[in-house]
């Protein structure tokens, strides 16, 4: 079980910044940013390249989701959405989840911020 089934499920502690019955937010425990939030999915998918059509409503939830908490986070419309796909990309919990980042100015020839 993933850590964050377990953050999902109550059996680790985590400041849920936000929940639906689709999915959570909380913050990152190592931020990259000044904002750097991490929203997850209740359904457990591995990773994007393992969706399947029947995901694609979910996602657009995430999507949305990341929006509303870039505005409540105050970061307006500048922020970066980051998903990571496999252990060569830098994925190290396989529960698909989007990083949400933001709250200082991005480097311009850089895409991790």
């Given at each position: ?17 936000y ?9 990152d ?19 994007l ?65």
């Amino acid at each position: 079980m993933s850590v964050f089934e377990k953050i999902i499920n109550g059996e680790l502690p985590a400041k849920k910044l936000y929940e639906d019955d689709q999915c959570i937010v909380i913050a990152d425990a190592h931020p990259q940013m000044p904002v750097h939030l991490l929203i997850i999915p209740r359904k457990k998918i591995t990773m994007l390249s393992t969706i399947d059509a029947g995901d694609a409503p979910l996602l657009g939830h995430l999507l949305h989701v990341a929006t509303k908490m870039a505005q409540q986070m105050d970061i307006g419309d500048a922020f970066r959405i980051v998903i990571n796909n496999g252990e060569n990309a830098g994925q190290t919990v396989f529960h698909l989840h989007l990083h949400l980042l933001g709250g200082k100015r991005f480097r311009e020839n850089t895409l991790a911020g």
